[in-house]
T-cell receptor
Framework: DAGITQSPRHKVTETGTPVTLRCHQT?????MYWYRQDPGHGLRLIHYSYGVKDTDKGEVSDGYSVSRSKTEDFLLTLESATSSQTSVYFCAISEPLAAANTGELFFGEGSRLTVL | LAKTTQPISMDSYEGQEVNITCSHNNIATNDYITWYQQFPSQGPRFIIQGYKTKVTNEVASLFIPADRKSSTLSLPRVSLSDTAVYYC??????????????FGKGTHLIIQP
């Protein structure tokens, strides 16, 4: 299994508080992604990173910010959490330009966030 | 981004072959077709990827017609443990980025004894 660790795995917080989720990888992959998964919506891309300090928005980026100060860590921040951000958050990594690579995404185990 | 359409759910029985079809009418020349499997409380896992014709691995086969506007994931002799959500993705991977990373809602496959 790809070395991807998400923390925390579970968090309950209150509306209006800041929350940071961390994704840590040991694979040295260039690309890292944050998805959220909600019933009836499948997986939706929030933000992704294509290198240190290089990030871009996905389809549901409003209310979220990200940072990547080193290859192995990708942080997702909710500046002021809302109940609509209650979800399961998945981090993924890929290395699209590796020899014979399929662009395969490797996922973490997910972080369940509840905003009361 | 090429959009995909797949059935919301499917049922089958142990030992049967299951075929899940995905439509992607707007697929581009550089796009590959990739399927992922997701079990409850886990992240998705890569199953198979193809560009055209047929691809087979130890888990599944992927059939892609000449026009590439659809693809069919074939799971031979399914078992209860194949109950999962299956996602079809279409995109180009040479440059990375967000292309090909739209998962959609997937197909919930339920295998019964």
């Amino acid at each position: 299994d790809a070395g991807i660790t998400q923390s925390p795995r579970h968090k309950v917080t209150e509306t209006g508080t800041p929350v940071t989720l961390r994704c840590h990888q040991t694979e040295n992959h260039r690309y890292m992604y944050w998805y959220r998964q909600d019933p009836g919506h499948g997986l939706r891309l929030i933000h992704y990173s294509y290198g240190v300090k290089d990030t871009d928005k996905g389809e549901v980026s409003d209310g979220y910010s990200v940072s990547r100060s080193k290859t192995e860590d990708f942080l997702l921040t909710l500046e002021s959490a809302t109940s609509s951000q209650t979800s399961v958050y998945f981090c993924a990594i890929s290395e699209p330009l590796a020899a014979a690579n399929t662009g395969e995404l490797f996922f973490g185990e997910g972080s369940r966030l509840t905003v009361l | 981004l090429a959009k995909t359409t797949q059935p919301i759910s499917m049922d089958s029985y142990e030992g049967q072959e299951v075929n899940i079809t995905c439509s992607h009418n707007n697929i581009a020349t550089n796009d590959y077709i990739t399927w992922y499997q997701q079990f409850p409380s886990q992240g998705p896992r890569f199953i198979i990827q193809g560009y055209k014709t047929k691809v087979t691995n130890e888990v599944a086969s992927l059939f892609i017609p000449a026009d590439r506007k659809s693809s069919t994931l074939s799971l031979p002799r399914v078992s209860l443990s194949d109950t999962a959500v299956y996602y079809c993705l279409v995109g180009a991977y040479s440059g990375g980025g967000a292309d090909g990373l739209t998962f959609g809602k997937g197909t919930h496959l339920i295998i019964q004894p």
